[in-house]
Nanobody, 123 residues
Framework: QVQLVESGGGLVETGGSLRLSCVAS????????MGWFRQAPGKEREFLST???????YYAASVKGRCTISEDKAKNTVYLQMNSLKPEDTAVYYC?????????????????WGQGTQVTVSS
């Protein structure tokens, strides 16, 4: 099993920034992929970004240019730096992990999930 714990959410004004963190523990995979998703009330869970064990990254069009995914392997932590936040970015943000040779971008491709962290952007 893999345990994921997110932190870093909060209330921020439009145009502000936040850095979300996701600490992973438990089982490890050599071909791991870490992803970030979000889910707003009444909406489906939305893919944001993914990072492969090789360092390869991918971003959804909705956040490309505003978000950066990175990792600190020594700390088993993945980050999502979010800039130029907008009210429509308000959602619960989730970290997810998978064992994969590709760059999965749908929730069903990820086996492990954190509990989520709330991000609220005020207008």
């Amino acid at each position: 099993q893999v345990q994921l714990v997110e932190s870093g959410g909060g209330l921020v004004e439009t145009g502000g920034s936040l850095r979300l963190s996701c600490v992973a523990s438990g089982r490890t995979f050599s071909n791991y992929v870490m992803g970030w998703f979000r889910q707003a009330p009444g909406k489906e869970r939305e893919f944001l970004s993914t990072l492969k064990w090789s360092g390869l990254t991918y971003y959804a069009a909705s956040v490309k240019g505003r978000c950066t995914i990175s990792e600190d392997k020594a700390k088993n932590t993945v980050y999502l730096q979010m800039n130029s936040l907008k009210p429509e970015d308000t959602a619960v943000y989730y970290c997810a992990a998978a064992s994969s040779w590709s760059l999965p971008r749908t929730p069903g491709e990820y086996a492990y999930w954190g509990q989520g962290t709330q991000v609220t952007v005020s207008s």
